[in-house]
């Protein structure tokens, strides 16, 4: 596999299920990141992490709960989801705070709340 | 905070034609970066084209071209010769020099038609 691979595709489920989403990525970075794209708004960041810290919480809900056990692997851990957490979830790495670090994203996650 | 407006949420245009994508974009700050993102309908975002704050000329990538106003904080992307390919999502975005959170658009469809 090459690039940020998402698991799953797509996930369904209910508000009170618990359920992660898993990243990869196989580009050798040292930061990831979590967005959420909500159909007709703007991507909204929600987590960064940087060498495995996280360094950023974008005033997220704790029903989201990242994870990032190394440098290429970043989980989402999933809990007692509300309806309007449905979105596309998309994952994203770079290298590090270097002036022009592109963001290689992933395929997305699309999530279903039921 | 720094905000990115993209004012046309879809437009159209005949193939071998050009098109031109809006953006617009608030900041105080005076060295910053400015991408276009494309995301197909298989979901994968991928760079299209970026542009440093600190250069006056406009990055151009093969029928990708950028036309950048610093003063008029404008970051407007034109396509030329458009191709059926070309037809996705594309989203303005903006980072701070240094530092890792991009500021995204709220994204332009882009239809081309044959």
């Known amino acids: 596999e090459t690039g940020v691979t998402q698991t799953p595709r797509h996930l369904v489920m209910g508000m009170t299920n618990k359920k992660s989403l898993k990243c990869e990525q196989h580009?050798?970075?040292?930061?990831m990141y979590w967005y959420k794209q909500s159909a007709k708004k703007p991507l909204e960041l929600m987590f960064v992490?940087?060498?495995?810290?996280?360094?950023e919480n974008n005033s997220v809900p704790s029903r989201f709960s990242p994870e990032c056990p190394n440098s290429s692997h970043l989980f989402l851990h999933l809990h007692t989801l509300q309806p309007e957490d449905s979105a596309l979830y998309l994952c994203?790495?770079?290298?590090?705070?270097?002036?022009?670090?592109?963001?290689?994203f992933g395929p997305g996650t699309r999530l279903t709340v039921l | 905070a720094q905000t990115v407006t993209q004012s046309q949420p879809e437009m159209s245009v005949q193939e071998a034609e050009t098109v031109t994508l809006s953006c617009t974009y608030d900041?105080?700050?005076?060295?910053?970066?400015l991408f276009w993102y494309k995301q197909p309908p298989s979901r994968q975002m991928i760079l299209v084209i970026r542009?440093?704050?600190?250069?006056?000329q406009n990055a151009t990538e093969n029928r990708f071209s950028v036309n950048f106003q610093k003063a008029a904080k404008s970051f407007s992307l034109k396509i030329s010769d458009s191709q059926l390919g070309d037809a996705a999502m594309y989203f303005c975005?903006?980072?701070?020099?240094?530092?890792?959170?991009?500021?995204f658009g709220a994204g332009t469809i882009l239809r081309v038609k044959s």
């Open positions: 900041t105080s700050e005076s060295d910053y970066y």
């Open positions: 542009q440093e704050a600190y250069k006056q």
């Open positions: 975005a903006y980072r701070v020099e240094y530092g890792n959170k991009l500021v």
């Open positions: 580009l050798g970075h040292n930061a």
């Open positions: 992490y940087s060498l495995e810290e996280r360094v």
């Open positions: 994203a790495s770079s290298q590090g705070q270097l002036n022009n670090n592109e963001q290689f």
